[in-house]
């Protein structure tokens, strides 16, 4: 499995580095290169100098990829114009809380026994990862914003809050309509909610995010409030202007009231995908010979269901979630420019526009290494739940 | 077994037996699916709406419609912004007074261009691809998966995103690829054949075991007639499906880049940027502009979806006529 993994992690950095190699030679064609679209900028005009020197502008394209490749790669040793942090102790937080994580994995996959311990290993991981976010006081010489809008890794970490936010509030908000949507519509296959379910998973499926995401601002919002004089949820931005007054409850309030709408724009073409799958592996499992022995000994529907099927009907659903969080973040980028959403999306959108070439490069990696790790992940946790399965 | 024993009275038809009326009616595996896809009533209505939609784009130059770009006046010269449906300018008009009938049609064909070159293009790489890693165990197939693994390793939207941002500037490329819609088909078809390629080669791999293979083999076929043959006849099926459903992934790929202003450019009409802006118009009261190229949109992709479906259903040979 040691070796599996290994290779696995190998075939991702080549993917990364191929990804790398393909964008920045995509940006290298836009507007005669980075040094051009530099000087285009007033504001940019003090820094040129120093950032040529830095990234190697005036350089051959593949020795500014190397530079640019090793800065990226680099931790902040002291400080520069792209690092506003520098290594010390407190550094070491957030990868003790990684280090303990893997650990209680381990001892998880040798120690416990249960249906339940991939469940177990994902929310040790979505908790660890959340403070290791919280604590990383670490940062990378990413450069700075050719926009002028101050060092990358700052602009990025301060909105990755926004976007795990939007994801998770989507994921969540999936998983919770989706998964017993699909288990109901297999318990009653053919059935007249089962067909109407089947139909609008393939309209949702067939429906583009952004018709999704403006329908939902139009009749949840803005109709809704002219004809009935409701003010439910709002349209733009992540918090009210006063939030800062506001209560504990209140800002409750406040928070559901502007995430509804963009989780659930990105959530309902989720869902019609889960939905189905559940519905299917539900199925499945029904039409088991266990399950019919089940059936045959007299057990009451009721307890054939929840304790015998829906256990192992569980199971393939969390590598879908894994895999779902690409398409989450594709999800996030046009959501995030719509509903105003101050995520890692729609900077990306904002920083394309104008081609600020270490924002854009730097946010394609970040995507790009997660969608690489959830990859990993799903693998692992499909090889965990289901020991069937094994690694060559 | 059964149909093979048709042909081949078909082939050498008995003629005492015609003569008394009791030849048996050849049926090919084209009946047989012709027979399975027309049950599925769902797929037929897509298949029409979708024929309808190809008629009208391709017809779109001769029809009586107004220009797609034109700002329309009425007779004393003010100009007709924002026009609510009615007689003579049926979708009405968006901000800048252009038919919304017109541009709807029109934004079709951005829309149909991409979705049918690109799905030409994921199906030559993709069944290329995938053959020759299936055929050609060892070295070849190692590389090749490996590049697939890649290709499908890449995320997809951000990737297209700046690609179709970066388009207009690349210096060397003709005119008509920098601005039109084939520049986001060709995009967006290199970037999607690595599922089908999986599949094809997963195909390839079992046709490559069985018996009616080795009997090719041994009868000494070349490596072009087996595989052109024997084994790719076998696995068109997955081929088409996978094929139907990435036509309507990228239109809506094309829509998302679009609706983002990185995709087919303006002044062309497209059903992503129709909608972008009539987003912004529907919130002052003028729904049509939003509601129309929506609802086309949609329609389409669920169509191509359902057709797609069909296919399947249609193409699996384990399924009888008689069970559905």
Same mark, same amino acid.
């Given at each position: 499995?040691?070796?599996?993994? /290994?290779?696995?992690?190998?075939?991702?950095?080549?993917?990364?580095?191929?990804?790398?190699?393909?964008?920045?030679?995509?940006?290298?064609?836009?507007?005669?290169?980075?040094?051009?679209?530099?000087?285009?900028?007033?504001?940019?005009?003090?820094?040129?100098?120093?950032?040529?020197?830095?990234?190697?502008?005036?350089?051959?394209?593949?020795?500014?990829?190397?530079?640019?490749?090793?800065?990226? =790669?680099?931790?902040?040793?002291?400080?520069?114009?792209?690092?506003?942090?520098?290594?010390?102790?407190?550094?070491?937080?957030?990868?003790?809380?990684?280090?303990?994580?893997?650990? #209680?994995?381990?001892?998880? =996959?040798?120690?416990?026994?249960?249906?339940?311990?991939?469940?177990?290993?994902?929310?040790?991981?979505?908790?660890?990862?959340?403070?290791?976010?919280?604590?990383?006081?670490?940062?990378?010489?990413?450069?700075?914003?050719?926009?002028?809008?101050? $060092?990358?890794?700052?602009?990025?970490?301060?909105?990755?809050?926004?976007?795990?936010?939007?994801?998770?509030?989507?994921?969540?908000?999936?998983?919770?309509?989706?998964?017993?949507?699909?288990?109901?519509?297999?318990?009653?296959?053919?059935?007249?909610?089962?067909?109407?379910?089947? /139909?609008?998973?393939?309209?949702?499926?067939?429906? +583009?995010?952004?018709?999704?995401?403006?329908?939902?601002?139009?009749?949840?919002?803005?109709?809704?409030?002219?004809?009935?004089?409701?003010?439910? %949820?709002?349209?733009?931005?992540?918090?009210? @202007?006063?939030?800062?007054?506001?209560?504990?409850?209140?800002?409750?309030?406040?928070?559901?009231?502007?995430?509804?709408?963009?989780?659930?724009?990105?959530?309902?073409?989720?869902?019609?995908?889960?939905?189905?799958?559940?519905?299917?592996?539900?199925?499945?499992?029904?039409?088991?010979?266990?399950?019919?022995?089940?059936? #045959?000994?007299?057990?009451?529907?009721?307890?054939?269901?929840?304790?015998? #099927?829906?256990?192992?009907?569980?199971?393939?659903?969390?590598?879908?979630?894994?895999?779902?969080?690409?398409?989450?973040?594709?999800?996030?980028?046009?959501?995030?420019?719509?509903?105003?959403?101050?995520?890692?999306?729609?900077?990306?959108?904002?920083?394309?526009?104008?081609?600020?070439?270490?924002?854009?490069?730097?946010?394609?990696?970040?995507?790009?290494?997660?969608?690489?790790?959830?990859?990993?992940?799903?693998?692992?946790?499909?090889?965990?739940?289901?020991?069937?399965?094994?690694?060559? | 077994?059964?149909?093979?024993?048709?042909?081949?009275?078909? &082939?050498?038809?008995?003629?005492? !037996?015609?003569?008394?009326?009791?030849?048996?009616? $050849?049926?090919?595996?084209?009946?047989?699916?012709?027979?399975?896809?027309?049950?599925?009533?769902?797929?037929?209505?897509?298949?029409?709406?979708?024929?309808?939609?190809?008629?009208?784009?391709?017809?779109? $130059?001769?029809? @009586?419609?107004?220009? $797609?770009?034109?700002?329309?006046?009425?007779?004393?010269?003010?100009?007709?912004?924002?026009?609510?449906?009615?007689?003579?300018?049926?979708?009405?008009?968006?901000?800048?007074?252009?038919?919304?009938?017109?541009?709807?049609?029109?934004?079709?064909?951005?829309?149909?261009? =991409?979705?049918?070159?690109?799905?030409?293009?994921?199906? !030559?790489?993709?069944?290329?691809?995938?053959?020759?890693?299936?055929?050609?165990?060892?070295?070849?197939?190692?590389?090749?998966?490996?590049?697939?693994?890649?290709?499908?390793?890449?995320?997809?939207?951000?990737?297209?995103?700046?690609?179709?941002?970066?388009?207009?500037?690349?210096?060397?490329? +003709?005119?008509?690829?920098?601005?039109?819609?084939?520049?986001?088909?060709?995009?967006?078809?290199?970037?999607?054949?690595?599922?089908?390629?999986?599949?094809?080669?997963?195909?390839?791999?079992?046709?490559?075991?069985? &018996?009616?293979?080795?009997?090719?083999?041994?009868?000494?076929?070349?490596?072009?007639?087996?595989?052109?043959?024997?084994?790719?006849?076998?696995?068109?099926?997955?081929?088409?499906?996978?094929?139907?459903?990435?036509?309507?992934?990228?239109?809506?790929?094309?829509?998302?880049?679009?609706?983002?202003?990185?995709?087919?450019?303006?002044?062309?009409?497209?059903?992503?940027?129709? =909608?972008?802006?009539?987003?912004?118009?529907?919130?002052?009261?003028?729904?049509?502009?939003?509601? %129309?190229?929506?609802?086309?949109?949609?329609?389409?992709?669920?169509?191509?979806?359902?057709?797609?479906?069909?296919?399947?259903?249609?193409?699996?040979?384990?399924?009888?006529? &008689?069970?559905?």
């Amino acid at each position: 499995m040691l070796a599996y993994i /290994t290779r696995r992690v190998v075939y991702g950095v080549v993917t990364l580095l191929a990804l790398s190699v393909i964008v920045f030679a995509l940006l290298q064609m836009s507007g005669g290169g980075p040094l051009d679209r530099l000087k285009l900028n007033p504001r940019m005009q003090p820094y040129i100098q120093q950032l040529t020197k830095q990234w190697g502008l005036d350089q051959p394209v593949w020795k500014q990829y190397l530079t640019w490749l090793r800065n990226y =790669v680099s931790p902040c040793v002291e400080r520069s114009q792209g690092c506003t942090e520098t290594i010390g102790l407190h550094n070491a937080i957030p990868f003790v809380v990684l280090a303990v994580a893997a650990v #209680a994995t381990v001892l998880i =996959v040798m120690k416990v026994r249960t249906y339940w311990r991939a469940g177990l290993i994902l929310g040790l991981w979505v908790v660890a990862l959340f403070v290791a976010i919280q604590n990383m006081t670490i940062a990378f010489d990413w450069g700075i914003s050719f926009q002028g809008a101050g $060092p990358v890794w700052d602009m990025i970490f301060s909105r990755v809050g926004a976007t795990f936010r939007l994801g998770f509030a989507a994921l969540f908000l999936a998983l919770l309509i989706g998964i017993p949507l699909g288990i109901y519509q297999a318990i009653r296959q053919y059935s007249f909610f089962d067909q109407l379910g089947t /139909t609008a998973a393939f309209v949702t499926f067939s429906t +583009p995010i952004f018709v999704i995401a403006i329908a939902l601002q139009l009749l949840l919002a803005l109709y809704l409030e002219k004809w009935t004089g409701v003010k439910l %949820f709002y349209v733009t931005g992540m918090n009210s @202007p006063d939030y800062g007054d506001m209560n504990l409850l209140q800002r409750l309030a406040d928070i559901l009231q502007h995430l509804t709408l963009p989780a659930l724009s990105i959530a309902l073409i989720s869902l019609a995908g889960y939905s189905r799958f559940q519905r299917a592996s539900m199925l499945e499992v029904l039409h088991s010979d266990y399950l019919r022995t089940a059936k #045959a000994k007299g057990l009451p529907r009721r307890k054939i269901v929840v304790k015998h #099927a829906l256990r192992n009907a569980l199971i393939p659903i969390v590598t879908l979630v894994s895999l779902d969080i690409a398409f989450i973040v594709s999800g996030a980028i046009i959501t995030e420019s719509i509903f105003g959403w101050p995520g890692i999306g729609r900077l990306y959108i904002n920083a394309i526009q104008t081609v600020d070439y270490p924002v854009v490069m730097s946010i394609v990696m970040v995507i790009g290494i997660g969608i690489v790790v959830m990859n990993i992940v799903a693998d692992i946790l499909y090889g965990v739940m289901d020991p069937r399965v094994r690694y060559e | 077994m059964s149909e093979m024993g048709y042909q081949v009275e078909a &082939e050498e038809p008995d003629l005492a !037996l015609e003569a008394e009326g009791l030849a048996v009616e $050849p049926i090919t595996q084209w009946d047989l699916f012709s027979a399975r896809l027309r049950r599925h009533r769902l797929a037929m209505v897509a298949a029409g709406i979708l024929a309808g939609l190809v008629m009208l784009v391709v017809a779109a $130059p001769w029809l @009586p419609l107004h220009d $797609p770009t034109e700002r329309l006046v009425d007779e004393a010269g003010r100009s007709l912004v924002n026009i609510a449906p009615r007689q003579g300018l049926w979708l009405g008009t968006d901000d800048l007074g252009r038919d919304v009938l017109s541009r709807v049609i029109y934004g079709g064909r951005a829309s149909l261009i =991409v979705g049918v070159t690109a799905g030409i293009l994921v199906a !030559l790489l993709g069944t290329l691809i995938g053959s020759l890693a299936g055929y050609y165990p060892g070295l070849p197939d190692q590389a090749l998966m490996r590049f697939t693994d890649l290709v499908l390793g890449l995320p997809l939207l951000p990737v297209a995103i700046v690609v179709g941002r970066i388009l207009p500037e690349i210096p060397f490329l +003709p005119e008509w690829l920098k601005q039109g819609p084939f520049g986001i088909a060709l995009l967006l078809g290199f970037l999607s054949w690595g599922s089908l390629a999986r599949i094809v080669r997963a195909e390839f791999l079992s046709l490559r075991e069985k &018996e009616f293979v080795e009997a090719a083999r041994a009868a000494g076929a070349s490596d072009r007639r087996i595989v052109f043959r024997h084994i790719l006849p076998n696995a068109m099926s997955p081929i088409i499906v996978t094929t139907t459903l990435v036509v309507g992934s990228a239109i809506i790929i094309e829509a998302a880049l679009s609706f983002l202003g990185f995709g087919v450019r303006p002044p062309t009409p497209t059903w992503g940027a129709m =909608v972008a802006q009539g987003g912004r118009l529907a919130v002052r009261g003028f729904w049509w502009s939003l509601v %129309f190229p929506g609802i086309a949109l949609v329609v389409t992709v669920l169509s191509i979806n359902f057709l797609g479906d069909g296919l399947r259903d249609a193409l699996d040979p384990t399924q009888t006529i &008689e069970r559905k």
